[in-house]
Nanobody, 121 residues
Framework: QVQVVESGGGLVQAGGSLKLSCAAS??????LGWFRQAPGKEREFVAA????????EHADSVKGRFTISRDNAKNTVYLQMNSLKVEDTAVYYC????????????????WGQGTQVTVSS
């Protein structure tokens, strides 16, 4: 059984930084990703990283500001978020899959409960 648990959300001022963590228990999953969902909006892709950590993808909206990384020894993925904007406010979800990297939520079988990130102006 795979379980995914996020941590690290909170309230930060615009321009500030936060680091999210996600621990995945069980087998080492091939791809770990982050998605977010703002009120009234669909869940959107943020970033993903494959097991070897040699390949990452970031959404255009966060490229240059957010960085995904992983520690396979700890089966943990991180999302370093810098230069946060008000529009980054959302519930952030960690997701995991045994499949190749994808920006499509349906490709991820395992999801955390989400962590709230609120950016104030």
């Amino acid at each position: 059984q795979v379980q995914v648990v996020e941590s690290g959300g909170g309230l930060v001022q615009a321009g500030g930084s936060l680091k999210l963590s996600c621990a995945a228990s069980g087998r080492t999953l091939y791809t770990l990703g982050w998605f977010r969902q703002a009120p009234g909006k669909e869940r959107e892709f943020v970033a993903a990283i494959r097991k070897s950590a040699d390949n990452t993808e970031h959404a255009d909206s966060v490229k240059g500001r957010f960085t995904i990384s992983r520690d396979n020894a700890k089966n943990t993925v991180y999302l370093q978020m810098n230069s946060l904007k008000v529009e980054d406010t959302a519930v952030y979800y960690c997701a995991a899959t045994f499949l190749e990297m994808s920006r499509t939520p349906d490709r991820y079988a395992y999801w955390g409960q989400g962590t709230q990130v609120t950016v104030s102006s």
